[in-house]
């Protein structure tokens, strides 16, 4: 169903050094990156989509975060949503909700949140 998802940065190089650790957690490699076009994407290591891009925007403006939208990354287990979190946070994200159960969502659902250094809201959730 999903092609792929962009975020727009300011900054490809801060956004590169602070996705490609939390990527590879997830079992994503990076697909490709061009410094100078400004953007880079991520692909599951086992499929060629979803890609996963974070880019400068096309219309030369300013990046910003949107409000109320979030994008889920899906882990394989509860310790991998610990490590991506743990990892998000060493790398200068700012806590959304720390790891834990959402019954209110069911009652297997295991989440965190964070918003990344361009304030872009993630989770990293497993549903097992």
Known sequence: MISHITLGVAD???AVAFYGP???LLGASLKFHDASAGWAGWQPSDA?????IVMRPFD??????GN???TAFLAADRATVDA?????MQAGAQSEGAPGLRPRYHDRYYGAYFRDPEGNKLAVCCHD
């Not at 030369?60 to 975060?65: K, M």
């Open 12 to 14: 490809i190089g801060r």
């Open 22 to 24: 939390l990527m590879a």
């Open 48 to 52: 060629d989509r979803p890609l996963f």
């Open 60 to 65: 030369g403006g300013p990046a910003s975060a």
């Open 68 to 70: 109320g939208a979030m």
């Open 84 to 88: 991506v979190h743990a990892a998000a």
